[in-house]
């Protein structure tokens, strides 16, 4: 029987949460296993951050099980952090890093990518991804990245124009995907515009006025 991605990922997590125990959380035969489950969650667009967290730790501990050739790694887990955002994984992760970790090209781009998120040049870190394959083929990245973009829109905006926001959440192969955006996100499409805002924002402020009977006012008023 052929187990579904699901509960591959159910099945692994446990086996992970129980090697974590202890002082058996740095051995470095589990090391392997780590990795397997990391490009797991790559590939089928799962999430264990201290998992992920414990391969870097491995390699901060046991510098002799990192080598230049698995700094690849190293890139899935930042990748799969940085797609928590506004979560901080991946500042927690990039702390684990060797000089050697922080001074590989790809790491570098990863960084790029992350100051242009977190400094919210949606436009630009659109340009950028499309130079490096693990922003790519990592699945649900695309999707992480435009949840924060919309968190951040109800943040900052109330109305913005249609052409603007598409240019903040990419590239779109269907129209489909910018209506689904727009109905998870309560979105209201008003021509050009689109209001982002929270709900309670669109509706209008009315002035009350309360009128005072003269025969309730006329006591108060002799008091002076």
Not at 140 to 150: I, P
Request: aromatic residues 12%.
């Amino acid at each position: 029987m052929v187990m579904d991605a699901l509960a591959q990922f159910k099945e692994m997590q446990e086996e992970a949460f129980y090697s974590m125990e202890g002082l058996s959380r740095l051995n470095p035969e589990k090391l392997d296993f780590y990795i397997d489950y990391i490009k797991f969650q790559v590939s089928h667009g799962f999430y264990d951050p201290d998992a992920n967290l414990n391969i870097l730790k491995l390699y901060q501990f046991s510098p002799e099980l990192y080598s230049r050739s698995c700094v690849g790694n190293v890139h899935m887990v930042l990748v799969k952090a940085l797609m928590q955002l506004p979560n901080s994984d991946y500042v927690l992760c990039r702390a684990q890093l060797s000089q050697d970790m922080i001074d590989d090209p790809l790491t570098k781009k990863i960084d790029e990518v992350a100051r242009l998120l977190e400094t919210c040049q949606f436009p630009e870190f659109w340009n950028v991804i499309q130079e490096e394959k693990i922003f790519t083929t990592t699945v649900g990245f695309v999707e992480a990245v435009r949840n924060f973009v919309c968190f951040v829109l109800k943040l900052t905006y109330k109305n913005v124009e249609k052409d603007f926001l598409m240019q903040l959440l990419g590239p779109m192969t269907d129209q489909a995907i910018f209506e689904d955006l727009a109905e998870k996100n309560n979105w209201v499409v008003t021509g050009d515009t689109v209001f982002v805002g929270e709900k309670e924002e669109m509706v209008e402020q009315k002035e009350i006025v309360e009128k005072m009977p003269i025969d309730v006012v006329t006591p108060i008023l002799a008091i002076r």
